[in-house]
């Protein structure tokens, strides 16, 4: 059986990995149009930022590495131009020498991710805006950076990699302001949530606008809709990618209004032979079945192994997510999972809601922070929909036991019975995920 994949960072590698771990007997080919493979696409704003976060960090294995590790061909700088499913084959161009080939598959796989959103405005191609996507985009902010050693930037874009970069650039010294079109921050939480950040980061004297749309980038300044015009070297469009699904869409393979494949609990399209995993794929909610767009890199690599699975005759299914996301700036973590109020609402849910604010550890350390929990139950069945928190530590842990029940199905009243770990520098007594659990049962 010969496998070929198209694109080859996340999803692409984790496919080929683990349907060579499988098996022995297929050849497996990935073709990947840049130069750069496998490599940690969520680094890149703390590669930008920190000293002694180098490239090889970021990029620890390379087409030898994959050859002599699981004996298969990683062919960088080669793009695939079109797909035939009569003839089972696809149309490469290697980069290197401008040929156009032909090669054939038994099973193909489009791991072809999602790219930038380009917004619609004047100059966003000059040469002193950037995007954020790959190492190469990276490595153009660095080296600007290193050359024409900026003053002040701006962020177009709230959402968490505009933070995380945000942060980033104001440890290299640089004055940034961050422009945001909606009227909150990192736009997927509920506003009673987003205002917790955005305090935080005002007092921090953090320098963002709200509800203002970028109309015009020149040379020194940026300037929005409003007529605002904000000082600016250079600036960095974050505002968010599409799936990148162009081959799919030519040859008739179904997709989403946004572009993403639609795919089954196999990875399979609506094409025979042919499967998408990844940032090009549409994942559905696993509360309740709908389809879910949240482009991450956990994603991509869970579906990547599911597929090299099931390529190889395994019986691994993916089941869905939950849009589980975290991401800190500075020192605030803000993390969510499964619904937001307002997304249970849309949904015709009748919920409970509960904020519950509790210290992350025992209060006599100097260190113990207090966290907010939002969670969201359904009424009728006492499932937990949602959860969103904001704080400084152990954010991390607290999302993760949300996800886990909420992803086991659980009821409110099942919170407080967990018997979580417990010693003064970790937690409280009664962790305030069983307080949770107290207040919504
Ligand atoms: P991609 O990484 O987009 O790779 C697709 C590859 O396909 C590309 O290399 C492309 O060149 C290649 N390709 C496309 N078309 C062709 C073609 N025709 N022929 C050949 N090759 C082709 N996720 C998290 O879970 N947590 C985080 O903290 C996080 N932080 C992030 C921070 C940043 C700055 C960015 C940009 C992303 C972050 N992500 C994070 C998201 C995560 O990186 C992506 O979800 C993940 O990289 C998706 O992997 P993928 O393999 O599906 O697609």
Redesign the pocket.
Known sequence: MRIII???????TSVAAKARRNSEECEIVI????RDISYS??G??YYIGQKGIERSDLTPRDACWFKKRFNMDVRTG???LTIDPSKKSIEVKDHHTGEIFEDFYDKLVI????KPINPDITGVDNNNVFT???IESADKIIGYIAKTFPKKAVIIGGGY?GL?LLENLVKLGIDVVLIEREKSLAGKLDRDISIYLEEYLKDKKVKFLLGEEVSEITEKKVITKSGKSIEADFVVSCTGVRP?SK?AKEIGIETFDNGAIKINHKLETSMEDIYA????AMSWSIIDGAPMYV????T?NKMGRICGDVLTGGALRFKGILGTGI?QVFDMAVAQTGMTEAQAKNKGYDIEVIHNLKPNQTEYFEESREMVIKAIADRKSAKILGVQIVGARGVDKRIDVFVSLISMGATVDQLFHLDLAYAPPFSTTKDPVMYTGMILS
């Open positions: 198209i694109g080859s960072v996340a999803a692409g073709y990947e149009r840049d696409a969520c890149l704003p080669y793009e695939v791991a072809t991710g999602a954020v996507r790959n990699i995380e990148n081959l995993v990844g940032d090009v482009p991450l890199g956990s991509a991401f």
